[in-house]
């Protein structure tokens, strides 16, 4: 769990960089799509976790000027980001079995106890 150590992310960090693995995406848009997922993300909360990536390089963004429109960012994975996701939920899966692994050896045990207490 080395990397989780070493940078902390939150649920919604995490959330923005699986939506960003997918495809670039604008500030707006990444509000948007999480309000249809039914994820209660304040939208202050998505633009500081932008801003908190993008410090970090894990994210970039280019400006994007459309004709009689204000100049919009648009937000990408950088290839450490890209990284950093892969070993993330890498780390979260060998997490997420052994806590498995250790709650069915505890409801064996349980069991175990039960079948014990029967006879």
Same mark, same amino acid.
């Given at each position: 769990?080395? *990397?989780? $150590?070493?940078?902390?992310?939150?649920?919604?960090?995490?959330?923005?960089?699986?939506?960003?693995? /997918?495809?670039?995406?604008? +500030?707006? /848009?990444?509000?948007?799509?999480?309000?249809?997922?039914?994820?209660?993300?304040?939208?202050? !909360?998505?633009?500081?976790?932008?801003?908190?990536?993008?410090?970090? !390089?894990?994210?970039?963004?280019? !400006? *994007?000027?459309? $004709?009689?429109?204000?100049?919009?960012?648009?937000?990408?994975?950088?290839?450490? +980001? $890209?990284?950093?996701?892969?070993?993330?939920?890498? /780390?979260?899966?060998?997490?997420?079995? $052994?806590? *498995?692994?250790?709650?069915?050896?505890?409801?064996?045990?349980?069991?175990?106890?039960?079948?014990?207490?029967?006879?």
């Amino acid at each position: 769990m080395v *990397i989780m $150590k070493q940078l902390p992310l939150h649920a919604a960090q995490l959330y923005i960089l699986q939506l960003l693995q /997918e495809q670039p995406r604008y +500030g707006y /848009e990444i509000l948007k799509t999480s309000q249809e997922a039914n994820r209660s993300i304040a939208r202050s !909360s998505i633009y500081h976790s932008l801003h908190y990536l993008q410090r970090r !390089s894990i994210i970039a963004s280019r !400006s *994007i000027t459309a $004709k009689q429109a204000p100049a919009r960012l648009l937000y990408y994975l950088t290839p450490e +980001g $890209k990284h950093l996701l892969a070993t993330y939920l890498a /780390e979260h899966k060998l997490l997420l079995e $052994k806590t *498995i692994r250790d709650s069915a050896r505890a409801y064996a045990r349980i069991l175990r106890m039960l079948e014990s207490i029967k006879t």
